[in-house]
C-alpha cells in the first residue's frame, strides 16, 4: 500500500538554529500538507500546497516556515529559526484528487521536533 | 466558524461496549468528515468517512452517524476491543475549496478494558 514517508522520526535542535524536515508524498498525488501536533493537543493545520505554489496557509506559518518541492518527489519544511515553541510532532500529508474532487489525505508516521 | 468541537475529551469503555464519540461544526461549507485514529508515536490514520448527503454510514463495527440541520456527527464503535484504544479525531473540510484543509477536533483518548 502507498505510504506518506518521513525523514527523520525525531530531530533534536537548538534555539535558534534552523531544520528541515522531509516528506516523501504518495506518487500521484497533487496535493500536499505540513501539520503540526503540539504534545497532548489536536492536529493543527499549517500550510497547503498545489501545483508548487502555497495554496493555503495558518497564522502559525509565519515568515519563519517555508516548504519546497525541490525535485518533484520530496516537501520540505524549513523552519529558519527554531524556538522552544516549535517543538511539536509535524505530519506531513498528501491527497490526490483531479481538478476540484477531493480524496482522502494519508498522513506520515510524523517528525518529532525537540527545540532545546 | 473554523471550529469543530469533540467530545468527550476521554472514554473509558468496556470490552464489547459500545464507544460514543461527538462533534460539532459551525461552518455550513463543510461538506466532508472524516474520523482518524491515532496510536501513539504514529500519524493519523483515516478510519472512515462521510459526506452529508446521507445520515449514517457503517464499515464493520465502525458507525459515523450525521445530523446536517443540527450541524453535528458522531462515531459509534461497536463491540469496542482493546485493540481499538486509540486517540480518535473528528475532522472537516470543504471539498469545494482550493486548498483542501482539514480542521480538526481535539481528539478523544479512548481506553476499552479488556
Known amino acids: 500500500e502507498p505510504e506518506v514517508t518521513q525523514t527523520p522520526s525525531h530531530q533534536v535542535t537548538q534555539m535558534g538554529q534552523e531544520v528541515i524536515l522531509r516528506c516523501v508524498p504518495i506518487?500521484?498525488?497533487?496535493?500536499f500538507y505540513w501539520y503540526r501536533q503540539i504534545l497532548g493537543q489536536k492536529v493543527e493545520f499549517l500550510v497547503s500546497f498545489y501545483n508548487n505554489e502555497i495554496s493555503e496557509k495558518s497564522e502559525i506559518f509565519d515568515d519563519q516556515f517555508s516548504v519546497e518541492r525541490p525535485d518533484g518527489s520530496n516537501f520540505t519544511l524549513k523552519i529558519r529559526s527554531t524556538k522552544l515553541e516549535d517543538s511539536a510532532m509535524y505530519f506531513c500529508a498528501s491527497s490526490g484528487g483531479t481538478g476540484v474532487r477531493y480524496t482522502e489525505a494519508f498522513f506520515g508516521q510524523g517528525t518529532r521536533l525537540t527545540v532545546v | 466558524q473554523q471550529q469543530v468541537k469533540q467530545s468527550p475529551q476521554s472514554l473509558i469503555v468496556q470490552k464489547g461496549g459500545i464507544s460514543i464519540i461527538n462533534c460539532a461544526y459551525e461552518n455550513t461549507a463543510f461538506d466532508y468528515f472524516p474520523w482518524y485514529q491515532q496510536f501513539p508515536g504514529k500519524g493519523p490514520a483515516l478510519l472512515i468517512a462521510i459526506r452529508p448527503d446521507v445520515s449514517e454510514k457503517k464499515e464493520g463495527r465502525f458507525t459515523i452517524s450525521f445530523n446536517k440541520s443540527a450541524k453535528q456527527f458522531s462515531l459509534h464503535i461497536m463491540d469496542s476491543q482493546p485493540g481499538d484504544s486509540a486517540t480518535y479525531f473528528c475532522a472537516a473540510l470543504n471539498s469545494g475549496g482550493s486548498n483542501y484543509k482539514l480542521t480538526f477536533g481535539k481528539g478523544t483518548l479512548l481506553t476499552v478494558n479488556p
Open positions: 506518487s500521484n498525488h497533487l496535493y
